[in-house]
């Protein structure tokens, strides 16, 4: 009896080993994966996190990553200040945070580390990993790579300075507001001592020059099978435009020759050529776009149809690398037969939210450019 007690003690300590032994080796590869997280945004700006369209799910992801940052830290006593010290925020900035204002003071941190042109999002998880922080880094695992996995877009085909560096560019937001108090404001006080900021002086009158004339408008069309009828009907109405004359209209049906040469070139070519992409949104083109067969050859002979998804991508990316979510080139229709679900389903890309309906384009595309400058 003696000897089974001794055995099973014996039995029982091998066991609790190997369950430690397991237990710190899934500990390990944890903490090596929670580590490895850095990489997968470090050209990431942390503008991003400010980014607002909970419509959007490119949208909702970047607020899910802020607001758990700001839960997390903010859940822990003076954590915003050990974070704020990593990221190279002052300690006169910190009090001012701490005595003056009644601002989270984890949000504050953010917005003041976010005024740096190199406030990527990866040197916030360096922080937590300094701090050995992985009750944090856990929490935003998920949120921050469903977040970078929108714009993670490696074969995106736009360059927005038009050269291939090898090196991703860091993804910020453009023209996003500074909300700080002056205190805290980097842009007040830069302006305030730039030396090179061009003092105001009197300029002798200039006399006025002709404007340029102006080349005529392009607009590429885009659209599925199912779009086809709307495209012809776009065709028709602008060929009929007398006021705004020599409005071109380029579909990849009608420079089928063009296009077969080197489909991507041409495509990217009149992509910046052109002065408005035109998506024609039907459910067709959304099935396209969301399909989960993307690297799947489209045999169709319909060149449009065939390359909505290529299209797609760089409407994506000029949306978000170029314009920093501002939509300057794209104007999309709804056709006049949409129904509620379409509605619903469009309501999921913001770079897609249509401009204007099929009954309507005649009329408001031909207002829209006499305006433009």
């Excluded at 004359?245 to 052109?274: D, S």
Aim: net charge negative.
């Amino acid at each position: 009896m003696e000897y089974l007690c001794e055995h099973l003690d014996e039995t029982a300590s091998v066991d609790t080993l190997q369950l430690e032994e397991f237990l710190r080796e899934q500990r390990a590869a944890e903490i090596n994966r929670l580590n490895y997280l850095s990489k997968k945004v470090d050209y990431l700006h942390t503008d991003l996190l400010y980014y607002r369209n909970i419509k959007s799910k490119m949208g909702a992801a970047c607020y899910e990553v802020w607001k758990t940052i700001v839960k997390k830290v903010g859940g822990s006593p003076n954590c915003w200040r050990d974070v704020g010290h990593l990221l190279g925020v002052t300690q006169d900035d910190l009090n001012y945070i701490m005595n003056s204002l009644k601002d989270d003071p984890v949000d504050m941190v953010l917005k003041v580390f976010r005024q740096n042109e190199k406030a990527t999002i990866n040197k916030i998880v360096d922080a937590f990993i300094k701090l050995q922080r992985y009750d944090i880094l856990l929490a935003i695992e998920n949120p921050l790579c469903t977040m970078a996995e929108y714009f993670n877009k490696d074969d995106s085909g736009y360059q927005s300075d038009g050269k291939i560096t090898g090196k991703k560019e860091i993804v910020t937001l453009k023209n996003l507001p500074n909300d700080l108090p002056a205190a805290l404001n980097k842009n007040i006080v830069l302006q305030n001592n730039d030396p090179k900021r061009p003092k105001e002086t009197l300029q002798p009158p200039v006399s006025k020059q002709e404007p340029a004339e102006k080349e005529s408008p392009i607009l590429f069309l885009t659209y599925a099978q199912d779009g086809l009828p709307t495209a012809l009907n776009i065709q028709e109405y602008v060929s009929n435009w007398t006021e705004i004359p020599n409005v071109k209209v380029i579909t990849l049906n009608n420079r089928r020759e063009e296009t077969y040469q080197n489909p991507e070139k041409f495509i990217r070519e009149y992509f910046e050529k052109a002065d408005y992409i035109v998506p024609i949104i039907t459910t067709g083109y959304i099935n396209e776009i969301t399909s989960n067969n993307k690297n799947i050859p489209n045999t169709t002979e319909n060149l449009d149809h065939k390359y909505v998804n290529f299209i797609y991508n760089l409407i994506v990316n000029n949306y978000i690398h170029a314009t920093g979510c501002l939509n300057r080139k794209v104007r999309s229709v709804l056709p006049q037969n949409a129904n509620v679900d379409l509605f619903s389903r469009m309501t999921m890309y913001p770079d897609l939210l249509p401009w204007t309906y099929e009954t309507n384009f005649d009329e408001q595309f031909q207002e829209f450019l006499r305006k433009e400058p």
